[in-house]
């Protein structure tokens, strides 16, 4: 069974440019999280869907931060612009349901911001 | 965003050697969960915990839900090379569409 699948595993862009990362969750799951990793620090959610609906946004930076999961499957989280200090991992996780305590997580997106 | 303390941030042992390690909240959790993360992959599962002061095992790896709903515990014993990597401690705050909240983790190395 294929898992959680991210892309691109890495990317490089200048300040002020735009990014965005692509997330496919593990088949069947309804619930798909974005979260943020810094270096050295545990992973903080940025969004929380529910199908096509997000549940939990409180932590997305909404003035440059955006994602969409428009058909209920996969994800796209997006910066506009990046910043320096938006370097970092970004993890895609999905469960079966929010009441499922298992996600499972992708291998990220380790993005840096020069 | 809110980080749960782990204690120690590092941890050198022989392999052999047992390992413990903690986590620590200012806030009452009803769920803790503990994950291992490898370089360049992310957080899995080892093992989760629903009730204060349950006692679980996976394998070589047993884990403490505190009674003051505030901390938990994770033990390795006898460690092995493949045991290398981060441990990060997660809690909600109730069981369920409740956002986990991490740990900060603890880097566990394996000297030759």
């Known amino acids: 069974e294929a898992g959680v699948v991210q892309s691109p595993r890495y990317k490089i862009i200048e300040k002020k440019q735009p990014v965005a990362f692509w997330c496919n969750p593990i088949?069947?799951?309804?619930?798909l999280y974005w979260y943020l990793q810094n270096l050295g620090q545990g992973p903080e959610l940025l969004i929380r869907y529910e199908n096509e609906e997000a549940v939990d946004d409180s932590q997305l930076p909404k003035d440059r931060f955006s994602a969409e999961r428009l058909k209920g499957v996969d994800s796209t989280l997006k910066i506009q612009p990046a910043e320096l200090g938006d370097s970092a991992v970004y993890l895609c996780?999905?469960?079966?349901?929010?009441?499922?305590?298992?996600?499972?997580f992708g291998p990220g997106t380790r993005l840096t911001v020069l | 965003g809110q980080q749960l303390n782990q204690s120690p941030q590092s941890m050198f042992i022989q392999e052999g050697e047992d390992v413990s390690m903690n986590c620590t909240s200012s806030?009452?959790?009803?769920?803790w969960l503990w994950y291992k993360q490898d370089p360049g992959e992310g957080p899995v599962l080892l093992i989760a915990l629903y009730k204060a002061g349950e006692l679980t095992s996976n394998g070589r790896l047993t884990a403490q839900f505190g009674i003051t709903r505030k901390d938990s515990f994770l033990n390795i014993s006898a460690s092995i090379p493949s045991d290398v990597g981060i441990y990060f401690c997660?809690?909600?705050?109730?069981?369920?569409?409740?956002?986990?909240?991490f740990g900060t983790g603890t880097r566990l190395t394996i000297i030759p």
């Open positions: 997660a809690g909600q705050p109730r069981f369920g569409n409740e956002k986990l909240t």
């Open positions: 996780a999905s469960s079966f349901s929010s009441g499922d305590n298992e996600q499972f």
């Open positions: 806030s009452i959790f009803n769920t």
């Open positions: 088949s069947g799951h309804n619930t």
